[in-house]
């Protein structure tokens, strides 16, 4: 299918030489990026008895902001103190006179996390605009998931080295303390190497200085990501927010307590809700166990995040006891802990967007297509907690095309579809077979197709003699055919050899838009999209996030 290009408007121009810039735009449907569920498609394309009324598209929201929760004025002081600076002074102030929010967030990584990240936040700012030009005045919040524990998701970034790319690796996953909140995790001296190789694969800019000042040791990972996010969009006033201490968990309380006083009210729910879906063909994007609740401990003493797990009543429980590792624990015991050290109950990926929209009274949240499909079960969530279903919208999904890379799609007539389509072997082997001489092509195509003429006619003859004559003669051809592609096969080897610069450019290619069968958003850290085209990527990113474009927008310069 043939990407929709539009000329970007209200781009920003710069004073560098070196910043390069992305003028025009593709849009390709959802459907053109591989990997994607069955579910987060349908709910993105409204499909009937799959979409959720809170799954909408911007064009149809209609900004009504839920009522200020009791708790407003002190959330934006807590907001306020997290960024002081000058230029989130005016999305405070609008948030004090009762502004409405529109929420994204992430786990917080290495080096600023991969390019999808900033994606999130320009889609987030996009619609806080697109709300306060239509007279509801909103402000963008990032949330800075600090409470996840698994490290080995977030240790590591890849950058491109030239044609190249080369993955940085903070520490071994099992040389941190067990299962802790990453967002706590302190940054030891094993950074400096990292931050010094970063730098050089980075070349000086702005956003490398930004990287450097962020992750220093003695931060935890949580600050050096919140910093290099702050300046990255400081010029759009996006306001970033760690809700893991005790002041917001203590805001948030009703919902913890909802969860650990409803617990068996809610897994029965989810249960009912997974039935649903897998009735309907899908899988759920998460398992609910027997045993499986929606909250973690944060143990007091080595800090480690455990599951909650719910034990069955009995006579002499009839309430039912949870179990924390090998520790059981009553109800009153949870809240207890609750009460006095609140910021020790954590919420799970199902329970943690209810809590969140607790907090932050959200008109709309932006999320990856994880947490869109999230929706099709914490619904339920919603309906019992808040009584209400917050909406949410899918972010902003694009690849940068680089004009290096430009030019070998150019020169070899690849699109992005196609790039999708292949591994670097697969796509060497197609721009060879597009490299070769025309008359090998011409006098491969004649065989083929007198081969294949011949074959069908004398197969249907033999099946109209005998059902099973036919079907030895469909497997004699098949393996004729199969020799046939192997003659393709050895022409395009044979180029292969001729031009060693089509397996160089189909490696390159494969890297920059497709490394390891993965989208470049997934992979490439943002920090060197940041470096190359300046901070002005922000604004660049916020206006293309706020296009008409709902699927997948490749960058070109």
């Known amino acids: 299918m043939c990407p929709r290009r539009a000329d970007e408007t209200n781009r920003r121009e710069t004073e560098s030489p070196e910043v390069i810039d992305l003028p025009t735009a593709d849009c390709y449907p959802m459907t053109v990026m591989p990997g994607m569920s069955r579910l987060f498609l349908d709910l ?14 911007s064009n149809q929201h209609k900004w009504e902001r839920p009522p200020l929760p009791a708790h407003w004025p002190e959330l934006v002081k807590l907001l306020a103190a997290q960024n002081p600076s000058v230029s989130a002074a005016p999305a405070i102030a609008a948030l004090a006179q009762g502004a409405g929010t529109v929420v994204t967030g992430q786990q917080v990584g290495l080096f600023g996390g991969p390019l999808f990240v900033p994606f999130k936040a320009a889609t987030a700012l996009a619609r806080a605009r ?19 524990h698994d490290f080995a998701e977030i240790d590591h970034i890849t950058f491109p080295a030239g044609r190249s790319l080369e993955k940085l690796q903070y520490a071994d996953a099992a040389e941190i303390a067990a299962a802790r909140p990453v967002g706590s995790l302190v940054i030891d001296e094993r950074i400096t190497p990292l931050i010094d190789r970063a730098a050089e694969l980075l070349g000086p800019s702005d956003a490398t200085d930004a990287l450097v000042a962020a992750y220093q040791p003695g931060r935890t990972f949580a600050q050096a990501f919140a910093d290099f996010y702050a300046k990255v969009f400081a010029a759009q006033g996006l306001l970033i927010v ?23 009210e809610f897994h029965a729910a989810l249960l009912e809700r997974n039935a649903q879906l897998e009735a309907d063909g899908y899988h759920a994007q998460v398992n609910v166990a027997p045993d499986s609740s929606l909250l973690f401990l944060i143990d007091e003493g080595t800090g480690a995040r455990v599951a909650l797990k719910r034990l069955p009543e009995t006579a002499s429980e009839p309430d039912g006891l949870w179990a924390v590792g090998q520790r059981k624990l009553t109800t009153l015991d949870l809240i207890a802990i609750l009460s006095a050290e609140p910021e020790r109950i954590s919420p799970s ?36 907690i808040l009584g209400r279903q917050t909406p949410a919208e899918p972010r902003f999904f694009g690849t940068l095309i680089e004009p290096a890379i430009a030019k070998l799609l150019q020169r070899h007539e690849l699109s992005l579809e196609q790039v999708y389509a292949e591994n670097p072997a697969s796509l060497a082997q197609h721009l060879a077979a597009r490299s070769m001489p025309v008359e090998t092509k011409q006098k491969l195509a004649a065989a083929g197709n007198a081969l294949d003429t011949e074959l069908t006619s004398l197969v249907e003859w033999m099946q109209s003699q005998d059902q099973g004559l036919g079907q030895s003669a469909e497997t004699s051809a098949g393996k004729i055919r199969y020799q046939m592609n192997r003659l393709r096969t050895l022409a395009a080897n044979f180029q292969l050899q001729k031009e060693a610069s089509l397996t160089r450019h189909a490696e390159a290619v494969g890297n920059a838009l497709f490394p390891g069968g993965v989208l470049q958003e997934r992979v490439h850290g943002a920090a060197y999209y940041f470096a190359r085209h300046g901070l002005e990527l922000a604004e660049t990113l916020c206006v293309q996030a706020g296009s008409s474009c709902a699927g997948h927008t490749a960058l070109w310069p």
């Open 349 to 384: 990926a199902l329970l943690r967007p209810v809590f969140q929209d607790f907090l932050l009274s959200n008109s709309l949240i932006i999320g990856g297509p994880a947490e869109i499909a999230y929706f099709a079960q914490s619904a339920v969530l919603y309906e019992r």
């Open 44 to 57: 993105s394309a409204g499909v009937p008895g799959a979409a959720l009324p809170a799954v909408v598209s």
């Open 130 to 148: 697109q709300a306060t030009a239509a007279g509801h005045p909103h402000a963008a919040i990032f949330w800075l998931a600090t409470e996840d």
């Open 242 to 264: 760690d809700a893991s201490g005790r002041e917001f968990h203590r805001l948030g309380a009703p919902v913890l307590r909802a969860a650990i006083e409803r617990a068996d």
